[in-house]
């Protein structure tokens, strides 16, 4: 059974870093997309940061040039570093991914448990 499973969230003052990592598991065959979202209280999942196997990325205006998403294929792992934190930055974080298992033929999307970040100001 494919999973994914977030990590590095906490509390950061303004101005702060974090590093959140996805963890994809299990029998997998192929990743294509892995992406980060957030989402706020009470409102949809937005995205944040996508990357695709080949290593194209792209960012949502909110978050270019301060959020930086990278990948570990070997590891089936992708990162998403934080910097310049803002309050309007809490929320939780999403890892969302297309994953073929072993013994499937098809891309399935998956999502991890989610992470929180929280900036104070």
């Known amino acids: 059974q494919v999973q994914l499973v977030e990590s590095g969230g906490g509390l950061v003052q303004a101005g702060g870093s974090l590093r959140l990592a996805c963890v994809a598991s299990?029998?997998?065959?192929?990743?294509?997309?892995m992406d980060w979202y957030r989402q706020y209280p009470g409102k949809q999942r937005e995205l944040v940061a996508t990357?695709?196997?080949?290593?194209?990325?792209n960012y949502a205006d909110s978050v270019k040039g301060r959020f930086t998403i990278s990948r570990d294929n070997a590891k089936n792992t992708v990162y998403l570093q934080l910097n310049s934190l803002k309050p309007e930055d809490t929320a939780v974080y999403y890892c969302?991914?297309?994953?073929?298992?072993?013994?499937?033929?098809?891309?399935?999307?998956?999502w991890g448990q989610g992470t929180q970040v929280t900036v104070s100001s």
């Open positions: 990357s695709t196997s080949a290593g194209s990325t």
């Open positions: 299990g029998s997998i065959s192929v990743i294509n997309r």
């Open positions: 969302n991914a297309d994953i073929r298992s072993s013994n499937s033929p098809i891309l399935r999307n998956y």
